[in-house]
């Protein structure tokens, strides 16, 4: 049976609800939260539509489970860089709000392996003479807000609409002498080290990328 995709389908818009409900389990990261509703968006068949959520537990057996595992661990909530710098990448718990503090120095934070909760992520960068550079799916949905003195913030990498349904992240930040920079990466970049994801959103920010590059990071993430 065909399947025609609509937002306006009942099916589709299930199985983006159902990932989301997932990742704010710790199931999913930001990324692999990301190309799976990329791969539902993109579902031509009912089969196809199913094959997106195949390897993951039932709501049912989800909330079984969740009752006889070991509690979580607790989210991180302080990056912090005085005269120097902090990194952090790889999978960890985000939950719903980070902080980061930047005096001479900065933070460098890659949240698409991070696990956060609900709908979306706040982030709090505070910066003096320094400051902090994150990197996220350039298909979340990202809001700035803030103030800067003697600095400034800057966006790079491509500039697509968010996706239906998109995890919010809200980027609230309060610089004197010093700024941020958020990297939107695209899908190519899973993978890759951080100055390759770079180089990726630089040449996607022109147009130079080509599409469909994709190869085995194409293919469902695994779950944990």
């Given amino acids: 049976e065909i399947y025609t995709l609509s937002l306006h389908d009942a099916l589709p818009i299930s199985t983006l609800q159902l990932l989301s409900r997932q990742a704010a389990e710790g199931r999913l990261t930001l990324d692999e939260l990301e190309e799976r509703a990329s791969q539902?968006?993109?579902?031509?068949?009912?089969?196809?539509l199913a094959a997106v959520t195949r390897d993951l537990p039932s709501e049912t057996g989800a909330a079984g489970a969740g009752s006889a595992s070991a509690p979580r661990k607790p989210p991180v909530r302080w990056f912090v860089a005085i005269m120097g710098g902090s990194k952090r990448r790889g999978r960890f718990r985000a939950g719903s709000q980070l902080?980061?503090?930047?005096i001479m120095g900065g933070d460098e934070i890659d949240l698409r392996e991070a696990e956060i909760e609900g709908g979306g992520l706040t982030l709090n960068l505070y910066a003096l003479m320094g400051g902090s550079t994150i990197y996220l799916p350039d298909s979340v949905d990202v809001e700035i807000?803030?103030?800067?003195?003697?600095?400034g913030n800057e966006e790079r990498g491509p500039d697509p609409r968010p996706r239906p349904g998109a995890p919010v992240v809200h980027i609230k930040t309060f610089s004197l002498m010093g700024g941020n920079t958020i990297w939107r990466l695209p899908p190519q970049a899973r993978g890759l080290s951080l100055k390759e994801s770079r180089n990726l959103a630089k040449q996607a920010e022109r147009g130079e990328l080509p599409t469909g590059e994709r190869g085995e990071r194409g293919q469902l993430p695994p779950t944990r």
């Avoid at 902080?99 to 930047?102: D, E, G, Q, R, T």
């Fill in 145 to 151: 807000s803030g103030l800067s003195i003697m600095g």
């Fill in 40 to 48: 539902a968006l993109a579902a031509k068949t009912r089969a196809d």
């Fill in 99 to 102: 902080n980061s503090l930047a």
